[in-house]
């Protein structure tokens, strides 16, 4: 018998897969739903201090091998998000999202979610195409230091950092997540990219550039986490084009402790979650490990 628990740090989840911050996590609703479908945990939408409505239509375009977004972190902003905490948190894990634009908005931001409920808190240094939050706070170690420190010294729930592939610096991101004391990273948000419309010569976003998710994100994905591993103490959470218990075990591999879904909640539908513990579970079975922490890393060997 194997065993799917997750490990990440202090946390035990029930089930190694969640859903990333981004898909079917708005609302309270929608995140009940995924835990109902398998997900042992639920990062909510990125939320900040003020409602934001987000960038114009069009904001999201399909493309070869994945999609590209750029939603521009839409939110009805930290004092209304309660309501949907409200709502989710009694029914499983939620991870809080948060973005911010420097030390004092995440921390107060993290001290929200803390009180709401969250079991963790995912700081959004990440985001590829939101100016002042994300990537351009997250690609500066000593602002990542500063912002991972004011958050650590304002909650007690653990604190991760989501962290971009839009940089050639990603092992000393890690390693200042770590140095202030964050309790894991997870790696990675969307590729920084655009799509453009020969018929218009124009970008097909309104804002131009998107961030790409997807299958054709895993390889990028796979080699972040597996560079991180060989540089950070800390756990892991992988996520980037996981649509199959394949693509989980090869995170897993290059060292993740867990994994997050975003884009193939939408392609393969919420299914997608029980079809990957059922997949993960028989290959466990037949390749002799006995938990996900088992074949944590098993690529490094
Ligand atoms: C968005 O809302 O634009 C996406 C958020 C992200 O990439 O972190």
Redesign the pocket.
Known sequence: MVSLKAKVGAMTFDKPGMVA??IMDETGPSMVRMLDCGAGAVVS??VGLEPNA??ANP?FMETEGGMV??????NPGIELFEEEMKVAVPHGRIVGSI?GAGPDDFRTLAGKMEDYGACTVEL?L?????KGY?MEVGTDPAMVKAIVSAVKSAVSIPVWA?LTPNTHILPDIGRAVQDAGGDAVVAI??LKAMVISPEFARPILSNKF??LSGKALKPVGVRAVYDLRTVLDIPIVGVGGISTWKDAAEYIMAGASAFQIGSAVLTEGPGVFDTINCGLERFMEEYGYGSISDMEGAAHE
């Open positions: 911050s981004g939408k990125s987000g960038h904001c977004n750029a939603m521009g972190l839409p973005y959004n990440s985001c590829p195409h939101a994300g989501k948000n969307t998107g961030g």
